[in-house]
C-alpha cells in the first residue's frame, strides 16, 4: 500500500479527531456521574422512630436537588445504611460506605454510634455530617465531624435554670437512658452541674436502658426519695410512660425534659400525665412559620406522615453538605469540609444557622410547657 504525505496528514487528522471526541464523550461520562453521599443512622431497633423520619428528611432533600439538575450538573446518589445505634455497627457500614466512594457521609443520629465512628472516619478524612448528635464530647475539636444540631450543653443549662429559677425546683431526681449514653449522660451530668451550682440538691439518680424498659421498682424508688422535681433524659415513649407512672404516685413533682421527648409521641402517650412538662429545644415542628410550613407540606405530600424535627435535619445535613460541595475546590471530603467551614452561614429548618470553625453550629435554644396537649414556648 502506498502512502503519500497527503493520506498521512489526513491520517493524522482522523487521529486527532477520533482522540477529541473519545475525550469529549469520556468527559461528559464523569461529568454525569452521581455524587455518592451516605447515609448511616438507626433505621431499625428502639431509635429508628428517629432514623427513618431523617432518613425521609435525607431523601426529600436529595429528590428536590435531583430535579432541579444535582449539584454542579451531576445527580446525587444516596447510599443507606442502618447502623442499628450499635457502635461496631456504624464503623463497619461506615466503612463500607467509604469503599463505595461516597464523598461524605450524612451521619450519624445518636451520640453514641458518632463517638464510635469518629475516630476511624478521621483516619479515614472521610466527612461527616451528624443529623442528631450533640454530645459535648465531640465539640471544639478540629475534625472530620460537623453537625446541624448544637452541642446540648446549652440546652441541659437552660433547663437546669429554668427550673431552679422560674420553676423553684430545689431537690431533684435524675433518670435517664443509657441506650444512648454518650447523649443522655453528657446532657444529665449538664443539667446537674448548673443545678448544683445555682443552690439545688440532687437526691438519686436512675439509670435505665429503653430496650428493658422502666420497672415499677424504679420509679416507686424515685417518688420515694422525695423530689419536687424530676430531670428526664430519654425518649418520647419512656417519658411519656415515666409521667404517667409519676402523676399516679404523685401529682406534686414537677418534670423536665431534654428535647428527645420532644415528639407528637409524647403528647399522644402522656395525655393529661405530661401537662405542664418544661422542655428545652431548639423548636417545634409544630409551629407554623413559612419556612416550616412549606417543609411540612412537601414532606406530608411525599410520604404521607407529618414531619419531625428529626426529619428536619436530615434535609438540613443534605442542604449543607450541598453548600459545600458547590463551594468546594474538588470532591474530595476535606475540600468539602474546607468550604462549608468558610460558608459559616447556613439557610435551616425553621431558621438560618451558623457552623463555626469546629464544625459546631449555633442555634436558638427555647423552653417549651405542654398545655393543652400542645408544646407551647415560655421563652
Known amino acids: 500500500m502506498k502512502f503519500t504525505l497527503k493520506s498521512l496528514i489526513e491520517s493524522i487528522i482522523i487521529s486527532s479527531i477520533t482522540i477529541s471526541i473519545f475525550f469529549s464523550l469520556t468527559g461528559c461520562s464523569r461529568e454525569k456521574e452521581p455524587v455518592k453521599i451516605g447515609f448511616a443512622n438507626p433505621l431499625s431497633g428502639t431509635l429508628s422512630d428517629y432514623g427513618l423520619p431523617c432518613r425521609r428528611g435525607a431523601v426529600l432533600a436529595v429528590e428536590k436537588l435531583n430535579s432541579s439538575g444535582g449539584i454542579k450538573g451531576r445527580k446525587i446518589e444516596l447510599l443507606i445504611k442502618d447502623d442499628k445505634n450499635d457502635p461496631e455497627e456504624a464503623v463497619r457500614v461506615d466503612l463500607e460506605l467509604v469503599e463505595a466512594g461516597v464523598v461524605a ?6 451520640s453514641t454510634a458518632s463517638m464510635a465512628a469518629v475516630p476511624e472516619m478521621n483516619k479515614k478524612k472521610m466527612l461527616m455530617i451528624s443529623p442528631g448528635a450533640s454530645t459535648d464530647q465531640l465539640s471544639g475539636i478540629d475534625d472530620f465531624f460537623l453537625r446541624v444540631i448544637a452541642p446540648h450543653t446549652i440546652m441541659a443549662e437552660g433547663l437546669a435554670t429554668e427550673a431552679f429559677n422560674s420553676q423553684g425546683a430545689r431537690n431533684a431526681a435524675l433518670i435517664f437512658d443509657v441506650a444512648n ?3 443522655s449522660e453528657n446532657y444529665i451530668r449538664a443539667a446537674e452541674a448548673i443545678f448544683n451550682k445555682l443552690g439545688g440538691n440532687i437526691l438519686m439518680e436512675i439509670q435505665f436502658d429503653s430496650k428493658d424498659g422502666l420497672s415499677d421498682e424504679d420509679i416507686n424508688r424515685l ?22 407512672e409519676i402523676h399516679k404516685r404523685s401529682e406534686s413533682i414537677k418534670i423536665f425534659s431534654s428535647s428527645w421527648a420532644m415528639k407528637g409521641e409524647f403528647l399522644e402517650n402522656g395525655g393529661k400525665a405530661v401537662e405542664g412538662v418544661i422542655i428545652s429545644g431548639t423548636y417545634d415542628i409544630a409551629e407554623d412559620t413559612p419556612v416550616l410550613i412549606a417543609f411540612k407540606t412537601e414532606y406530608e405530600n411525599r410520604f404521607g406522615e407529618p414531619a419531625t424535627r428529626a426529619a428536619a435535619f436530615g434535609y438540613d445535613s443534605v442542604m449543607v453538605l450541598k453548600k459545600g460541595i458547590e463551594k468546594a475546590e474538588n470532591l474530595t471530603p476535606s475540600a468539602i469540609k474546607k468550604a462549608i467551614l468558610e460558608i459559616e452561614l447556613f439557610e435551616g429548618i425553621p431558621e438560618d444557622f451558623t457552623i463555626d470553625k469546629y464544625g459546631d453550629p449555633r442555634r436558638p435554644v427555647c423552653i417549651y410547657e405542654v398545655r393543652d396537649g400542645y408544646f407551647k414556648i415560655k421563652r
Open 105 to 110: 457521609i450524612i451521619g450519624h443520629f445518636t
Open 181 to 183: 449514653r454518650a447523649y
Open 223 to 244: 417518688v420515694k426519695s422525695g423530689p419536687d422535681s424530676v430531670f428526664v433524659v430519654a425518649g418520647a415513649l419512656d417519658t411519656a410512660m415515666l409521667a404517667q
